[in-house]
C-alpha cells in the first residue's frame, strides 16, 4: 500500500494498525495537506456487522467538532476498500510518555508526567469526552494508546471505533465485552447495557495510569483481570504515588466507583473538580500537612448554676464552623468533651488527639450578659499564638462567635476559598432566644439517652415556635428520632416518619446543611433501603463539611452493608481520625473488621473502647461476636452477660446466649431459651433475625427463613447485614433468601 495511491490520496507511511483498522499516512493532492487514512482490514470488510460498526465509527466522529478530538474529513469508498480520512496528528501516544520513564528503581514505576502535566492532560480528555457525551456519544474504548499529545501539548482523542450512539440503534451485541480489558469498566466487562459512565471509568483508570505509571487492576489472563475489574479495589493512588494531593485521588476513586450511580455522573462535574484542582497553590496544604486543632470545652464560670448547656454549645458551634474548612482537621465534640476532667496539661492532650493546636477558653454567662475568653496555642512548640477577650450581651453571641473562628483562621494561616468565608459567617437563626433553646436540646441529645432525647425533641420544638425556618433545630429533631430507635424502646416505624419529617423541613430551609443530608442519608438506608440516593446523600454531607465525623462514621455502614468492606475500613477509620477518643466509632470499626472476617482486628478495636469506657455495653457484644466465630465459647458467654449486665437488654441478650449454646451443642437449652419469647407480642424487628441466627445455629432453615421475612416484613434495620453476616452463611444458597436480599436491594 505505502507508494500508492488511491482516489486523490498518496499513501507514504504505515502509522500503526488495530482490531478496527490499519492507519496510514497520507498526502491529500487536492488540499496540500497531509492526513491519516484509516482501512477497514479485508479479513473485516466482508461482515456486514463489522463494517456497520466501521460505518458508525465515521458517523459518530465525524458529528464531532472539538479541539481535543481528532477531526474527521470523510468516508470513501475505491477499488474494494473503505477507509475514513482524518486529521493527521503529530506527536505521542499518551502512553508512550507515560511509560517513558520506566523501568524505575527495584523495577517500581517512575512516572515522567508531573501533577500540573497529568491535570493538564486530564481536563483536556475530559472537556473532549464531555462534547461527544453531550451528542449521546459514547467512546467506549478510552485508553492511553487512543490519546494522542501533539507536539504543542494539545490532547486529541483518537478511534472512536467502539463508539455506541445512546440514542440510534446499537450494533454491538449486549453481552459483547468490545474494548481494552484493562480499561474496562465494571459493567462492560460484564457485558452489561452501557452508558457514557464506562467513559468515566475508563477515564479514571487513565488519570491512575497517568499518576503512577501502572494502570489500577491486573491479571494474568483477562479472565482473572476481568475478575478484578468488577470484585476487587484497587490501591489508592497515594500509596504509588505520595506527593497527590487527597482531592486528585477523590476524583480517581470516584471514578473508579464500580457501581456507576455511585461514580461521577457527568464529565462536567470532574471538570469543575479538575479546575479548581489546578487553581490550587503551593500554600494550599496537602493531607499529610493539614492544619489540625482541637476545640476543647470552654469552661463554664458563671454565677448562675444551669450554664453548662451555653458552654457546651458555644464549643461546638466554634467546632461545627472550623469543621466546614477543608484545609484544617477538626476533631469533634465527642472526643473533645473527654477533656472536661481535668488533670491533663495541654501537651499531653494534643498528644493524645493527635493536634498540633489546642484552643481553650470560659464563658461567663449571667442573665444576657456574656464575658468571653479565648486562647490558641501552639502544642508542639507550648506557646500561645493568639488570645483575646469579648464582653457584650447575648445579642453579640452570633458575632462574638464568628470572630473568633475569623482569627482562629488568621493565626493559623489557612487560606480560605470564598465558600469557606461566607460558611464562618452563617448564621441559621437571628434569635438568640431560638438559639439558646437549640443549645439545650442538643445538650440533653448529646446524653444519648431516651429521656435525654426526648428533652431535646421538647427544646427543639419550642426553638422552632420562635423561628420556624430554624434549620438546625429541624436537624436536631430529626436526628433526636433517629437515635430514639437505637437508644430508646420506641419503634423505628413510628419515629422514622417523625423524623423524615423533619429532615424534608431542614433541608428546605437550608439545603447546604451536612447534618441534615447525614440524617436523610441514614433513614434512607436503613428504613427505606434506598442504597443509590443513600449514597448520595452520604457524599453530599460529606462534600459540604469533610470534618463531620457522623458522616463518615454512617457512610461507611452503607459500604459495610453492600460488602465493599476496604472502603467501608477506610471510611471509618476518618471517623476515629475526626474523633479519636469515641468509644462507639471505634467499637464501630471493630465491627467492620468482624463483618470483614479479621475477628482479631475486631477484638482489639473492641477493648480500644472498653480502655474508654469500660462499661459499654456494645463493645462487650462485639466481644462475645468476635469470640463466637474464633469458637471461643466461653468467653463469648461471659462477654454476652456483661453486655447484659451494662445494657439491662435481656431479652436481646437471652437470644444471643441461645446462639452461644446452640453453637457449644447444647440445642436443648438454646431452644428453651427462644421458647420462653412471647413471638407474636414482639415489637423490635431486629429480635426477628436474632432469633433467626439461633435456628441456624440450631440448624433449622425452615424456621430460620420464616423469621428473617418477618424480619423484612418490620423493615428492621438490622437487615441491612443479611449479605454481610457469617452467622447467615448456611443460608446464603437458598432461593429464599436471595429473593430476601433482593426485597432489601442487596444482591
Not at 81 to 103: C, Q, R
Not at 256 to 264: C, N, S
Not at 634 to 654: C, G, P, R, V, Y
Not at 706 to 727: F, H, N, Q, R, T
Request: aromatic fraction near 10%; hydrophobic fraction near 40%.
Amino acid at each position: 500500500m505505502v507508494g500508492q495511491s488511491i482516489l486523490h490520496y498518496n499513501i507514504l507511511e504505515k502509522l500503526g494498525e488495530g482490531g478496527m483498522g490499519i492507519v496510514y499516512l497520507a498526502e491529500d493532492t487536492k488540499l496540500k495537506r497531509n492526513v491519516a487514512v484509516k482501512f477497514l482490514p479485508n479479513y473485516i470488510l466482508s461482515n456486514e456487522e463489522e463494517r456497520k460498526r466501521f460505518e458508525i465509527e465515521a458517523q459518530a466522529a465525524a458529528s464531532l467538532n472539538h479541539p481535543n478530538i481528532c477531526t474527521i474529513y470523510s468516508i470513501e469508498e475505491a477499488d474494494d476498500n473503505v477507509f475514513i480520512v482524518m486529521e493527521y496528528i503529530e506527536g505521542k501516544e499518551l502512553k508512550d510518555i507515560v511509560v517513558a520513564g520506566l523501568p524505575g528503581k527495584s523495577g517500581q514505576a517512575a512516572p515522567s508526567l508531573q501533577i500540573k502535566d497529568v491535570i493538564n492532560y486530564a481536563i483536556q480528555i475530559a472537556e473532549g469526552l464531555e462534547a461527544a457525551h453531550k451528542k449521546e456519544i459514547v467512546h467506549r474504548d478510552i485508553k492511553s494508546q487512543n490519546i494522542m499529545i501533539t507536539t504543542g501539548g494539545k490532547v486529541k482523542i483518537m478511534d472512536f471505533g467502539l463508539a455506541k450512539i445512546e440514542a440510534g440503534v446499537q450494533v454491538a451485541k449486549t453481552g459483547s465485552t468490545a474494548g481494552t480489558a484493562a480499561y474496562m469498566s465494571p459493567e462492560q466487562a460484564g457485558g452489561d447495557e452501557l452508558d457514557h459512565r464506562t467513559d468515566i471509568w475508563s477515564f479514571g483508570v487513565v488519570l491512575y495510569e497517568m499518576l503512577t505509571g501502572k494502570v489500577p487492576f491486573k491479571g494474568d489472563y483477562e479472565q482473572a483481570l476481568i475478575y478484578s475489574i468488577i470484585n476487587e479495589e484497587h490501591h489508592p493512588v497515594s500509596e504509588l504515588r505520595p506527593d497527590v494531593l487527597p482531592a486528585f485521588s477523590k476524583i480517581i476513586d470516584l471514578c473508579l466507583e464500580k457501581d456507576p450511580h455511585a461514580r461521577f455522573q457527568n464529565m462536567e462535574s470532574i471538570i469543575e473538580e479538575l479546575k479548581l484542582l489546578a487553581k490550587k497553590k503551593k500554600k494550599d496544604l496537602p493531607a499529610d500537612n493539614l492544619v489540625s486543632i482541637a476545640v476543647l470545652p470552654f469552661a463554664d464560670i458563671s454565677p448562675e448554676y444551669n450554664n453548662q448547656y451555653f458552654s457546651d454549645g458555644l464549643t461546638e458551634e466554634i467546632i461545627t464552623r472550623l469543621s466546614k474548612l477543608k484545609g484544617a482537621r477538626v476533631i469533634s465534640r465527642a472526643s473533645v468533651m473527654n477533656y472536661q476532667r481535668a488533670g491533663k496539661d495541654m501537651m499531653q492532650i494534643a498528644a493524645e488527639l493527635g493536634v498540633s493546636y489546642v484552643l481553650e477558653g470560659s464563658v461567663r454567662k449571667n442573665a444576657s450578659d456574656l464575658r468571653i475568653s479565648t486562647q490558641l496555642i501552639d502544642a508542639k512548640q507550648d506557646i500561645y499564638l493568639w488570645a483575646d477577650k469579648y464582653s457584650g450581651t447575648m445579642d453579640d453571641i452570633f458575632e462574638i462567635q464568628e470572630n473568633v473562628a475569623e482569627k482562629i483562621t488568621k493565626a493559623l494561616k489557612v487560606h480560605l476559598s470564598p465558600v469557606e468565608k461566607k460558611n464562618l459567617k452563617q448564621r441559621w437563626t437571628h434569635k438568640t432566644d431560638a438559639y439558646q433553646l437549640y443549645l439545650k436540646g442538643r445538650f440533653f441529645w448529646n446524653k444519648r439517652t431516651q429521656e435525654g432525647l426526648q428533652l431535646a425533641i421538647k427544646y427543639f420544638e419550642q426553638a422552632i415556635e420562635i423561628d420556624s425556618q430554624y434549620a438546625l433545630a429541624w436537624a436536631g429533631i430529626a436526628d433526636s428520632y433517629n437515635l430514639l430507635g437505637e437508644y430508646g424502646t420506641i419503634p423505628r416505624k413510628e419515629t422514622y416518619p417523625k423524623a423524615k419529617e423533619a429532615v424534608k423541613k431542614a433541608l428546605k430551609f437550608d439545603n447546604n446543611l451536612a447534618e441534615a443530608h447525614t440524617s436523610l442519608a441514614s433513614l434512607l438506608m436503613l428504613h427505606e433501603w434506598d442504597w443509590k440516593n443513600s449514597f448520595h446523600e452520604f457524599q453530599t454531607a460529606i462534600k459540604l463539611n469533610p470534618n463531620y465525623s457522623t458522616a463518615h462514621h454512617w457512610f461507611a455502614e452503607w459500604f459495610l452493608f453492600n460488602g465493599r468492606f476496604d472502603e467501608a475500613i477506610k471510611e471509618i477509620s476518618v471517623a476515629v481520625e475526626l474523633e479519636p477518643l469515641s468509644p462507639a466509632i471505634l467499637k464501630d470499626k471493630g465491627m467492620a473488621f468482624y463483618y470483614a472476617r479479621r475477628y482479631d482486628d475486631a477484638i482489639e478495636f473492641a477493648g480500644k473502647a472498653l480502655e474508654l469506657d469500660p462499661e459499654f455495653g456494645s463493645a462487650h457484644r462485639l466481644l462475645s461476636l468476635a469470640y463466637q466465630e474464633k469458637g471461643l465459647l466461653n468467653e463469648a458467654i461471659k462477654e454476652n452477660q456483661l453486655w447484659n449486665d451494662f445494657t439491662h437488654n435481656d431479652l436481646d441478650a437471652s437470644v444471643a446466649l441461645a446462639r452461644c449454646y446452640a453453637l457449644a451443642g447444647k440445642k436443648e437449652e438454646a431452644a428453651d431459651l427462644i421458647k420462653k419469647i412471647d413471638v407474636e407480642n414482639l415489637k423490635n424487628g431486629n429480635l426477628f433475625r436474632t432469633i433467626a441466627i439461633v435456628y441456624i445455629a440450631l440448624g433449622r432453615k425452615e424456621s430460620a427463613i420464616k423469621y428473617l421475612k418477618k424480619a423484612v416484613g418490620e423493615k428492621a434495620e438490622s437487615m441491612c447485614m443479611i449479605k454481610i453476616d457469617p452467622k447467615l452463611e448456611p443460608v446464603h444458597n437458598e432461593p429464599r433468601f436471595k429473593l430476601l436480599l433482593e426485597k432489601i436491594g442487596l444482591k
